[in-house]
């Protein structure tokens, strides 16, 4: 699964999910042993992962919504998707 983007433990991953189950743009996000699923407003969708990440992904999310909705399309398109900016 492509690593778009990694701050403070957190790995934010994309990829294209053909027939898949969430059939809204979304991100995986991973930290440590927990991963949740958010949709680009900032929701979860599935999973869980610790309340200050989760809020340091709903930020991150945010502020990188365009950014996140292109790369949502390139990858629906069949091509490289690009590394977002880590939030600092």
């Known amino acids: 699964m492509p690593t778009i983007s990694m701050f403070y433990g957190i790995i934010v991953r994309m990829y294209r999910e053909l027939g898949g189950r969430h059939h809204v743009p979304h991100i995986h996000v991973l930290y440590c042993e927990n991963e949740a699923i958010f949709d680009f407003d900032g929701n979860i969708i599935d999973g869980n992962i610790p309340r200050k990440q989760q809020q340091l992904t709903i930020a991150w999310i945010l502020i ?13 398109n069949g091509e490289e998707f690009f590394k977002i900016e880590p939030l600092r």
Request: no cysteine; hydrophobic share 45%; charged share 25%.
């Open 64 to 76: 990188h919504q365009e950014e996140l909705k292109a790369n949502w399309q390139l990858l629906l």
